[in-house]
């Protein structure tokens, strides 16, 4: 179920420093941690020796030392010291992981040793230009299969329902969606055209009146997201590409990191075309999607309990057309995978 030739976000760049940071990705342990010189290293969170998470232990200058018999690693992940004993053997050493650091954030390479190119990492435009702002939110722990948050992330129908109170309103109810394959993404999208805006939208407006919407839900596999809402004042001629001075950009970007079959960690931010270097703007947003996402996950932990304990099929609506192309590129693409055992530590 897991895709493992994939960069995942391992931690926000803020969450490590000097000190022994765990976390699971895709059911392996890891350990992060920056050497003297500031750079970030990922290393298999089990000493070798009985198996005690290295996370347990205290990092010596660039070295982490085993809580339990003080064996010592480099930051490859080879043993250089056993107390007591001069020969080391090569099998005293645990996997190492590439590691980088991009978007204020630290991407892990889980994949096949050797195999990965840093130009995977998703492109964020708009990132450093100074008159777009962004606002960051905490990383969210959720007890679901990761393959139901992208279903989520690819389905702007559960927005007029999930997110009644907050993104959404009953305006683009039944408003039918278009569904393409571009590499490894599916993108589902629609134009609410002459609607009323969903309250979680009118702070940040410059116009007034009706509004003509985008929702541009893309996911590129395995498990990040890209939420495009372009609103524009109504008739301006938005759909056919043209873009009104006060027309509201925002890009949503949302990353998704499974820790196990049952839960996942999801890493979010935004970036925004108007009130750039707003600060209460960012701190409103991120907590107006908070709020939002935070409807998401009651409704994902319940629907992966549901189906977890069902003991009948699932039916699948016109609606789904996103999230079951999504699941038969993915399953193309683990089919592709060298099987686990065949991979090199
Ligand atoms: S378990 Fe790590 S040194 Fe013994
Ligand atoms: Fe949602």
């Known amino acids: 179920m897991f895709l493992h030739n994939a960069w995942y976000i391992a931690a926000w760049a803020s969450e490590v420093e000097r000190q022994l940071v765990h976390r699971t990705l895709l059911g392996e342990p ?7 010189d500031g750079s970030a290293v990922a290393l298999e969170d089990a000493c070798p020796h009985r198996k005690l998470p290295l996370s347990m232990g205290i990092l ?21 010291n056993i107390p007591g004993q ?19 954030l630290l991407w892990v390479w889980m994949g096949e040793a050797g195999s990965e190119n840093t130009d995977d990492i998703i492109e964020i435009p708009h990132y450093t230009d100074s008159h777009w702002g962004i606002n ?14 992208t279903d989520n992330l690819v389905d702007p129908s559960h927005v007029s329902y999930v997110h009644k109170s907050s993104l959404g309103n009953e305006d683009s109810i039944g408003i039918p969606v278009k569904t393409r394959e571009e590499d ?9 055209l002459n609607a009323e805006l969903a309250p979680f939208f009118q702070p940040y407006m410059k116009f007034s009146g009706k509004a003509d919407r985008l929702q541009h839900y893309e996911v590129r596999l395995p498990s990040s997201a890209v939420i495009k809402d372009v609103i524009a004042p109504a008739g301006s001629g938005a759909p056919e590409g043209k873009i009104h001075p006060d027309s509201f950009l925002l890009d949503s970007y949302n990353f998704v990191t499974p820790v196990s079959a049952d839960s996942c960690r999801y890493y979010w931010f935004q970036v925004r075309n108007f009130d750039a270097q707003d600060k209460a703007v960012s701190s409103s947003l ?18 992966h309990s549901g189906i977890k304990n ?18 038969r590129l993915l399953n193309k693409m683990l089919s592709q995978e060298q099987p686990i055992g065949d991979r090199q530590s």
């Open 60 to 80: 010596k200058d660039d070295l982490i030392q085993c809580g339990y018999h003080g064996l010592e690693f480099d930051c490859s992940g080879r043993c250089v």
């Open 136 to 149: 960051r939110g905490p990383a969210m722990s959720i007890d679901c299969d990761y393959r139901y948050m």
């Open 30 to 36: 890891v350990v992060l941690y920056r050497k003297r």
């Open 286 to 303: 991120t907590e107006a999607f908070m709020t939002a996402f935070n409807e998401d996950v009651q409704v994902l932990e319940a629907v």
């Open 184 to 192: 490894n993404s599916v993108i589902v999208s629609r134009w609410i």
């Open 86 to 104: 001069e020969k080391i053997s090569p099998d005293a050493r645990v996997k190492s992981y590439p590691v980088v650091e991009r978007w204020n």
């Open 310 to 327: 069902s003991r009948s099929e699932l039916i699948h609506l016109q609606i789904d057309s996103g999230s079951a192309r999504l699941r």
